[in-house]
């Protein structure tokens, strides 16, 4: 499609391509054809197309990201009994199996799409593309993908979302940035679910977790949140809001962006299909 | 695992190449990997030897050449080595940094054999 638009090349990597020329003949007679293009390529490119239909649509795409049962789905629901007047949301489950998490958020009085991936760990920007059909993107101001539990495979794969969160629960332990780094690295916003229980255990340092989020290198705001008690919802709500605000600021202004995980070249092709 | 659909659609990539190219075979491929683009080497190796059967690439040879981790300080301006999980300035140790390589999930390279009728010559 468009493996000469230069959209993998970046600071890092663009002494790789200039020297040398594009054939060169081995001893034996092969041919060595040097590539270099982003192994997803045809996920990263769907997932741009998905970015389009958002943005034409004006609405703000958040996806979430954690191990399972870190607090996803209820952080969904107590977020939509919360705001459910000021914005019209949709959800797309992204679970292994069940029907479960989309008929949680469909109690609410919210359209969910439920994609059940059967052996893939994580969704696809083709998945998406796929639940997008089913949907009515005109009545929405925010679309949450509810990515499958998991703190690994999920980043390698850019949806077309706006935004990246990244939920660690105080379950967990407070070294998970440290052990995950990818995923952490990748988000927008970290959200330390189930405050309520820390009183319950002793070794989990908030601190620390906010110390190993900061040694990735991310300025993302950490958020101390629980979905039982409303710790820090005000937060992590006047964020969204911010949020909804800067997208709708960017259309007026024909932009877009990308989440965290996507490096510079993804941008400069973003760019340059416009 | 991931390592799966990614070999795949690394896969998918290699055959179109082989095809423009009118390759019969494909004998190496060449791959670049950063420890934070979130894929394992050795997991993807596992996965290629599964991936591959049938594919132009049945017998290729999956070489991973690990990049290493470089980070720019925003404060500072100094580039430094760095480490998965600690990715601050190693002048002034602020954290905000920009990674200038470390995340890439690149194909390189793709060896392969041409078809005979093909008179391989590359005019280019
Ligand atoms: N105490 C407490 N429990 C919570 C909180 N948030 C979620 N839980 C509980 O944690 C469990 C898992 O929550 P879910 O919202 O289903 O987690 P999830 O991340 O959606 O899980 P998967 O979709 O399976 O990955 C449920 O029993 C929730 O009630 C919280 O803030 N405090
Ligand atoms: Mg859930
Ligand atoms: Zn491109
Ligand atoms: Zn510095």
């Not at chain 1, 979905?227 to 005000?234: L, V």
């Not at chain 2, 980070?71 to 190693?90: K, S």
Request: hydrophobic share 35%; charged share 25%; with cysteine.
């Amino acid at each position: 499609m468009c493996d000469t638009c230069g959209c993998n090349i970046t600071d890092g990597n663009r002494h790789l391509i200039e020297e040398g020329g594009k054939h060169a003949h081995t001893d034996d007679g092969s041919v060595a054809v040097e590539v270099l293009q982003n192994l997803l390529n045809a996920n990263d490119h769907q997932a741009a197309h998905n970015r389009e239909h958002f943005d034409r649509h004006q609405l703000l795409t958040i996806n979430l990201m954690s191990s399972p049962g870190s607090g996803k789905t209820r952080l969904l629901e107590t977020t939509i009994d919360t705001i459910k007047k000021r914005y019209r949301m949709g959800v797309i489950e992204g679970d292994l199996e069940t029907e479960n998490d989309a008929q949680r958020i469909r109690q609410k009085g919210v359209e969910a799409v439920q994609i059940t991936t059967g052996t893939a760990c994580h969704l696809d920007a083709h998945m998406i593309h796929h639940a997008l059909h089913q949907m009515n993107l005109d009545e929405l101001d925010i679309l949450f993908i509810e990515n499958v539990g998991n703190l690994v495979c999920p980043a390698s794969f850019d949806l077309g979302q706006h935004l990246n969160i990244t939920l660690l629960s105080v379950t967990e332990g407070d070294d998970k940035p440290a052990k995950y780094p990818v995923i952490f690295r990748a988000a927008d916003h970290v959200l330390i679910t189930k405050s309520d229980l820390l009183v319950m255990l002793d070794d989990f340092n908030t601190e620390k977790a906010e110390q190993a989020v900061r040694h990735l290198a991310v300025e993302a705001p950490v958020t101390l949140i629980s979905a039982k008690n409303g710790e820090g919802f005000e937060t992590w709500l006047t964020w969204l809001d911010e949020q909804v605000q800067k997208q709708a600021e960017r259309r007026a202004k024909g932009e877009t962006t990308n989440p965290k995980l996507q490096t510079e070249g993804i941008h400069m092709h973003a760019q340059d299909t416009r | 695992m991931h390592e799966l659909s990614i070999c795949q659609a690394m896969l998918t990539q290699v055959e179109e190449i082989a095809q423009r190219e009118h390759a019969s075979q494909v004998t190496r491929i060449l791959i670049r990997i950063g420890p934070l683009s979130g894929v394992v080497p050795e997991l993807l190796q596992q996965a290629f030897t599964i991936a591959r059967a049938g594919s132009v690439a049945a017998s290729a040879e999956l070489e991973t050449e690990l990049q290493s981790i470089r980070v720019r300080c925003q404060q500072c301006g100094a580039e430094c080595d760095a480490e998965t999980n600690r990715l601050i300035c190693c002048e002034c140790g602020d954290f905000r940094t920009q990674l200038i390589s470390g995340d890439e999930l690149l194909l390189a390279s793709v060896e392969l054999t041409r078809e005979p009728e093909e008179e391989g010559t590359g005019d280019d």
